[in-house]
């Protein structure tokens, strides 16, 4: 999937008056949710500087309101004008259905360091069966958003700081589930033994979980209430281990020849 572009400078600037009486709709369980500190430095910023960019609106028919504007891009700064008094600038865009929808806000963001994997989440999860999975197991396990996907993507989990390979893929709309038999599976096994180890800093614990998973593939007969008994036994090792995924294999072999 092509990166959508769009180039607000050819477009005309209109203005809404602060006493409309139609005001613009928003994204709810779509778009982020507006935070009030942002808001009041926004409102800081346009006092000081001016308003220098419009929001960005579209009628979306599809979602049940004929003609009804919702804010693309700039709910912030709506709510910060609104504050302040203002007369709103904005553009229109056209949007032609949901997939179009969850293109052009990701396109929007794309750039922004504000925007998270788990804003891009929330954005697909409005379309995509898989998506919404996604979410729903991320609610259900104490695992990072990226080793989830990759979890349940293939069945595979790496270390990467960032999400890797995986998060250009998220952003993008092509997040698929393979087998998710298999890979709840995979997530359970990794919960329990996530219980026994010392519980290890961030980084650490996405170097055990990717150790663990690799280790779980690598094995044709795989016997977990085995490694279980091991990983109690052996748990104190743990502590020692240092941030490195190769030696966090060469461990869990160790502990269960």
């Known amino acids: 999937m092509e990166t959508k572009k769009i180039d607000l400078g050819k477009m ?3 203005h809404m008056s602060i006493n409309s009486l139609k005001g613009f709709a928003m994204l709810a369980g779509i778009n982020r949710d507006i935070k009030p500190y942002h808001v009041t430095r926004m409102a800081k910023s346009v006092e000081s500087k001016g308003c220098i960019r419009p929001i960005v609106v579209s ?15 700039g709910q912030h700064l709506y709510h910060a004008l ?7 600038p904005y553009v229109e865009i056209i949007i032609e259905d949901e ?29 995509e069966e898989d998506y919404r999975k996604l979410r729903h197991y991320f609610n259900v396990y104490d695992i ?31 997040f698929q589930i ?28 996405k170097m055990f979980i990717s150790s663990y998973v690799s280790y779980v593939n690598s094995v044709v007969a795989y016997d977990h209430a085995k490694f279980l008994k091991n990983l109690e036994t052996h748990k104190s090792k743990f502590k020692l ?8 294999r060469k461990l869990i072999k160790q502990i269960n020849k």
């Open 12 to 14: 005309d600037v209109k």
């Open 59 to 73: 009628v979306l028919d599809f979602l049940g309101e004929k003609d009804r504007k919702y804010i693309i891009d």
């Open 82 to 88: 609104l504050r302040l008094g203002c007369s709103i």
């Open 99 to 127: 997939e179009d929808l969850a293109e052009t806000l990701a396109a929007f963001n794309n750039s922004s360091r504000s925007w998270t994997m788990r804003d891009y989440l929330q954005v697909w999860a409005h379309i």
């Open 144 to 174: 990072e958003l990226a080793q989830l996907a990759e979890l349940l993507m293939d069945g595979t989990c790496t270390p990467h700081i960032g999400g890797g390979a995986i998060s250009p893929i998220l952003k993008k709309g092509e």
């Open 178 to 205: 393979e087998d998710e038999v298999k890979a709840v599976k995979l997530l359970d096994y990794v919960t329990e033994a996530l219980k026994i180890i010392p519980r290890l800093d961030r980084v650490s614990n």
């Open 241 to 248: 281990a240092t941030i490195d995924p190769e030696e966090y």
